[in-house]
């Protein structure tokens, strides 16, 4: 992938990412900054296009195209002028569903995940992590079978961030198991939350490592404590270390 700097010279952002992603799996993506993830994210979504290499979807090429999957960043981007309510069916207007019939269909998840009392409230009103999980179902509502996550929960403290985790396998699970891609710099979310693990290398981003996480699900925080993930943790510190070492 070609990218221009500041002063119009071009460099290679992300190069030799060859990746599948079987249905219905939860995969991170973890590596040094600035090593390709989000441009990465930006290349599925249909943000920007590829100086070489193609997105399969399910068989067919995608590239270049949008609209095939969810995307949610790290900031919320949730409408100011807009309730919660309002913010989480704003997917489901711009596919041409009724503002009334979108309520209808958000209101019964506000109650059940976390955000009920708050749909008539605006989002300057909330907590970060609240903020987050209305963006989150903002993002499911648009029902699309790809989500990618870019970092959604790097902004919020220790402990919010470690609820957030438990709620969002909670939720992937209810959703029947929705195809994830999710970014993050913290190892212990990645192997809390994935099936696979994907380890970038310093730019130009490339995969250095696949790391498969043989936990059993569902898990819950005493995973984090368990042998095998410490020495999962340990694989990936280690790869990790290589690069730094490396650059």
Known sequence: MVQKKKN???????????????DGKFV????????????LFNIIAGLIKPSAGQILFDGKNITGQSGHVGYMLQKDLLLPWRTILDNIILGLEIKGISRKTARKR???????????????????????GMRQRAALLRTLLYDKDVILLDEPFGALDAQTRLLMQAWLLKIWSDFKKKTVLFVTHDIDEAIYLSDDIYVFSHRPGSIIAEVNVNL??????????TEDFMSLKQKLLSLLKVEQEIV
Do not use: D, V, W
Not at 114 to 128: A, I, K, R, T, W
Not at 216 to 225: F, K, M, S, T, V
């Open 106 to 128: 958000a209101l019964p998840l506000l109650q059940k995940y976390g955000l009920n009392g708050f749909e008539n409230h605006y989002p300057h009103e909330l907590s970060g």
């Open 216 to 225: 059993p699900r569902p898990r819950g925080e005493e995973a984090l404590l």
């Open 8 to 22: 119009g010279q071009e460099f290679c952002a992300l190069k030799e990412a060859n990746m599948k992603i079987a």
């Open 28 to 39: 991170s993506i973890i590596g040094p900054s600035g090593c390709g993830k989000s441009t």
